[in-house]
């Protein structure tokens, strides 16, 4: 099997599993999020045409919703805090080193496919401003050079 068919066989799972739930275009969104990584643009006809929307209207919420990727995420994604608290204490210029330091802006992913970064309004991480998450761990208290640190053992475990 070709990862095309692959996927849409993974898709096509999805949409049979999900297509008669009420309001079933979110967790269907979501489930193919959760197994591919993002929602493939040759989704869209198939989720569409099996919930009878049309293909705007699934990529309208596709597009509303920032959590929904519509292209393949890098290894690692990292999560950089914007709320205010972590705005308040340093979060803007860490944003700043963040970009410069991987090459890219929020939404991106840097060229060797390595990382991504996205934009994330709070990890409940207040008390420890500013904070990031790259995969699964929470870092706090972020500072340029803890970044580069945590970015560094990321690579190097990669």
Same mark, same amino acid.
């Given at each position: ?16 599993? +999900? ?5 079933? +275009? ?48 890098? @290894?690692?994604?990292?999560? +950089? ?10 979060? @803007?210029?860490?944003?700043? $080193? ?8 929020? $939404? ?48 190097? +475990?990669?």
């Amino acid at each position: 099997m070709t990862d095309s068919s692959s996927m849409q066989a993974t898709i096509q799972e999805i949409i049979t599993t +999900l297509k008669n739930k009420p309001g079933a +275009l979110l967790p269907i969104l979501h489930g193919v999020q959760n197994a591919l990584g993002y929602v493939p643009a040759e989704s869209v006809p198939t989720i569409a045409k099996a919930l009878n929307l049309s293909r705007a209207e699934v990529h309208g919420v596709i597009s509303f919703y920032h959590y929904f990727r519509d292209n393949k995420p890098g @290894k690692h994604t990292i999560h +950089l805090c914007r709320a205010e608290s972590c705005q308040s204490m340093g979060g @803007k210029q860490l944003e700043n $080193h963040v970009k410069t330091r991987l090459g890219i802006d929020f $939404h991106e992913t840097t060229a060797d496919g390595k990382f991504t970064l996205e934009p994330v309004y709070c990890l409940g991480n207040c008390a420890c401003s500013p904070a990031m998450q790259i995969d699964e761990e929470i870092y706090g208290r972020v500072t340029a050079n803890s970044f580069d640190s945590a970015i560094n053992e990321t690579e190097e +475990l990669a």
